[in-house]
């Protein structure tokens, strides 16, 4: 008849052996080292286009927004990543004379277009009017917006001279005026988190030369 004490004898050997038995199935025997398969490089693809003026030829990876390419590839930081969800506005550049967020869409995409950054605008030495424009409105705060801001407020006001229409205007066969209202809902895009809108929309009216 068993006793307590072997019982407890017979309990400690169970648990030592199934922890070496564990222990034995998880080493892995030694042997020649087997290559590791390598993953298939990205797809790239060459795109030329004309950034501020200059030639650019580059060879990027076909998911590479044009955002990053400017960014990146072409150190032109000037044009922020804010939300690069297309929601902010803050990457906002001039392609063939249109403003787009340059997040939401490829580098690839825009082989052979024009494309104009706020480096592209002007220098501190000499300065496009929409940027003295600001400056004068103190139209900025942290300034983190801002390019994208002075990119779209270049293009609205050639879209209007061109006769774009919005929906702020009830006639859509009337040519669009700069009127406050017609600034603010063209330039509903850009967002400044530290709401200079007032001031931005005084720089915008002074370039097109009416009164906010």
């Known amino acids: 008849m068993q006793t307590p004490g072997d019982f407890d004898i017979s309990r400690r050997g169970v648990m030592a ?10 080493i892995v025997p030694a042997g020649p080292a087997t290559a590791q398969a390598k993953p298939p490089a990205p797809p790239t693809g060459k795109v030329a286009f004309t950034v501020n003026g200059t030639a650019r030829e580059l060879e990027l990876d076909t998911r590479v927004s044009l955002l990053d390419a400017l ?21 906002t550049v001039i392609v063939d ?20 950054t706020i480096e592209g605008l002007g220098t501190p030495d ?3 009017a929409m940027q003295e424009a600001f400056v004068v409105h103190d139209g900025y705060q942290c300034g983190y917006c801002t390019p994208g ?5 270049v293009a609205v006001l050639d879209e209007i001279k061109a006769g774009i229409p919005s929906h702020v205007t009830a006639d859509l066969t009337a040519a669009p005026q700069v009127t406050n209202m017609e600034i603010r809902e063209r ?19 002074e370039v097109a030369g009416v009164k906010a």
């Open 187 to 205: 330039m509903s895009g850009n967002i400044c988190r530290c709401g200079a809108y007032p001031n931005i929309v005084a720089a915008i009216s």
């Open 126 to 128: 000499k300065m496009h």
């Open 71 to 91: 960014r990146e590839h072409l150190h032109l930081t000037g044009t922020k990543k804010g939300c690069d969800h297309g929601q902010c506005g803050a990457c």
């Open 149 to 153: 801001q002075i990119c779209s407020a």
């Open 97 to 116: 004379g249109r403003r787009i967020n340059s997040c939401l869409t490829l580098a690839v995409m825009h082989d052979g277009d024009e494309i104009v």
């Open 17 to 26: 052996g199934g922890a070496a038995t564990v222990a034995a199935a998880t």
